[in-house]
């Protein structure tokens, strides 16, 4: 009995580690940036929005899957903040249509960017997992031009002891 005494803090403590970053206790329209801030560490980018808003990306890529937008009003208040590594935000992506600057927009900052002169191309890498039974990567290949001509989305490799672990075959 003694040890489920004990044990129960200790599991709701590493739960809500675990959890930590989805319930931030941060409310929109009352608290500062300073309070995101202080609440979900460093700023990876702070982009321009209408209406005198910046959007303030939080990432935990690429150890963790998540990057956290924080929409702050031009009074220095948070009006939203929301995770925007999602199945839906991924499925508006589009070869051939989708720009750098809208999926900078809608992910958020890559935790890669890759340039190949010679193909033309600058890749961008995210890591998926929030919504996902098997983590992937999201690999992004923009022209010139700027514009997505390839996404991919890729099962992420697992490693254990030391050797590649492939699914259904031979380590």
């Not at 739960?15 to 460093?42: F, H, K, M, Q, Y």
């Not at 995210?126 to 990567?137: C, E, H, N, R, T």
């Not at 991919?152 to 490799?157: A, G, I, K, S, T």
């Amino acid at each position: 009995m003694k040890l489920i005494t004990y044990a129960a803090p200790l599991l709701a403590l590493g739960l809500n580690a675990c959890v930590g970053i989805t319930t931030p206790g941060l409310v929109a329209g009352e608290s500062t940036a300073a309070a995101v801030d202080a609440r979900l560490g460093p700023v990876t980018e702070v982009r321009a929005a209408a209406g005198g808003e910046t959007v303030r990306y939080y990432s935990r890529q690429p150890w963790g899957h998540e990057t956290y937008a924080a929409r702050i009003g031009a009074d220095s208040r948070l009006r939203s903040l929301e995770q925007v590594l999602t199945e839906e935000n991924v499925g508006r992506l589009h070869a051939g249509i989708s720009r750098a600057q809208e999926v900078r927009d809608l992910l958020g900052p890559p935790y890669s960017v890759d340039a190949f002169p010679r193909l033309e191309r600058e890749v961008w890498s995210y890591k998926l997992g929030a919504f996902s039974p098997q983590p992937q990567d999201l690999i992004l290949q923009f022209s010139r031009d700027g514009v997505a001509r390839e996404i991919y989305r890729l099962d992420e490799q697992r490693w254990s002891s030391g050797a590649l672990d492939v699914p259904g075959g031979v380590s």
